[in-house]
């Protein structure tokens, strides 16, 4: 994007609920890390699923890499709702017992 001359080159990133989800069973939230500007790296990914437990009340930040906790993907191209900005989705599930 062209301002006043200069080219802006800043990338964005935001984590947030996804306003149309998928249909998952109770208790599975549907979240979604945004970026502009660039690809969405491993490190974002992490950050976003420890902003997810942090909001959830987890101290436990090793849950991010527990597939009964959190699922994240990439969809085919031709499945992305705006393949201009790039967006990974992530399913986090409530444990039964906070494991903070």
């Known amino acids: 994007m062209k301002t006043g001359g200069d080219i802006c080159n800043k990338t964005q990133t935001v984590l947030s609920l996804n306003d149309f989800p ?3 069973d109770e208790g599975i939230e549907h979240w979604v890390v945004w970026k502009l500007g ?3 790296s491993t490190s974002e990914i ?7 437990l942090r909001e959830a009340g987890y101290s436990n930040m090793k849950l991010i890499n527990d597939t009964s906790v959190f699922l994240h993907w990439l969809n085919p191209p031709k499945l992305q709702s705006l393949p ?3 967006h990974i989705h992530i ?3 409530r444990l039964a017992v906070n494991h903070s």
């Open 46 to 52: 992490e950050k976003g699923k420890m902003e997810i």
């Open 84 to 86: 201009d900005v790039d």
């Open 22 to 24: 998928y249909y998952f």
């Open 91 to 93: 399913l986090f599930r």
């Open 38 to 40: 660039d690809d969405i």
